[in-house]
T-cell receptor
Framework: DTEVTQTPKHLVMGMTNKKSLKCEQH?????MYWYKQKAKKPPELMFV???????INESVPSRFSPECPNSSLLNLHLHALQPEDSALYLC???????????FGPGTRLTVL | GESVGLHLPTLSVQEGDNSIINCAYS??????FIWYKQESGKGPQFIID?????DKRQGQRVTVLLNKTVKHLSLQIAATQPGDSAVYFC????????????FGKGTKLTVNP
């Protein structure tokens, strides 16, 4: 299995909702990432997990809460989001000693 | 900081022509570079990479050139096909770690049949 999967594909939520994005990989990668991508912009790094431990938080607001339950799964818990948080959320993974990151298809999030 | 940039935001070519997409970077500590292709509605897809100890690397129909003197990276696509239409991003990684990639602004390539 050489792919990163993300669910759901699309998500619409209100500003008072709580939702979660899920990411899964079975390539044995030990580093996993969350990126945010606005339309016509490059992906921007949000969080990095290395060996299931949070290693980088790019000053992301606390309304985004990442979680890495095991080496194959990565979640992003969402609470009290703002309309400007609407974007494509991408998950990626890599071997810790490698540099190539494999990306999932993303979750298109719309906050109303 | 956002040290990776691009010279052209859009590029339009005829099918069968060769395409060249450019990228400038400013972080001299970067030692690994990647080109990604992103089609509409999809995640970025790895195309080719190059380390700073190399000047050129070739793949299938693609070549990446690295000029460290002027901090310039380019992606050459031979015999461009309609399926090559996408946004192309260069990304740099500092000091070879797998932790953090910084993406350039992207170039939208349109291939006309």
């Amino acid at each position: 299995d050489t792919e990163v999967t993300q669910t759901p594909k699309h998500l619409v939520m209100g500003m008072t909702n709580k939702k979660s994005l899920k990411c899964e990989q079975h390539m044995g990668h030990r580093a996993m990432y969350w990126y945010k991508q606005k339309a016509k912009k490059p992906p921007e790094l949000m969080f990095v997990y290395s060996y299931e431990k949070l290693s980088i938080n790019e000053s992301v607001p606390s309304r985004f809460s990442p979680e890495c339950p095991n080496s194959s799964l990565l979640n992003l818990h969402l609470h009290a989001l703002q309309p400007e948080d609407s974007a494509l959320y991408l998950c990626a993974s890599s071997r810790p000693s490698g540099n190539e990151q494999f990306f999932g298809p993303g979750t298109r999030l719309t906050v109303l | 900081g956002e040290s990776v940039g691009l010279h052209l935001p859009t590029l339009s070519v005829q099918e069968g022509d060769n395409s060249i997409i450019n990228c400038a970077y400013s972080n001299s500590a970067s030692d690994y570079f990647i080109w990604y292709k992103q089609e509409s509605g999809k995640g970025p897809q790895f195309i080719i990479d190059i380390r700073s100890n190399m000047d050129k690397r070739q793949g299938q129909r693609v070549t990446v050139l690295l000029n460290k003197t002027v901090k310039h990276l380019s992606l050459q696509i031979a015999a461009t096909q309609p399926g090559d239409s996408a946004v192309y991003f260069c990304a740099e990684n500092i000091r070879g770690g797998s932790e953090k990639l910084v993406f350039g602004k992207g170039t939208k390539l349109t291939v006309n049949p």
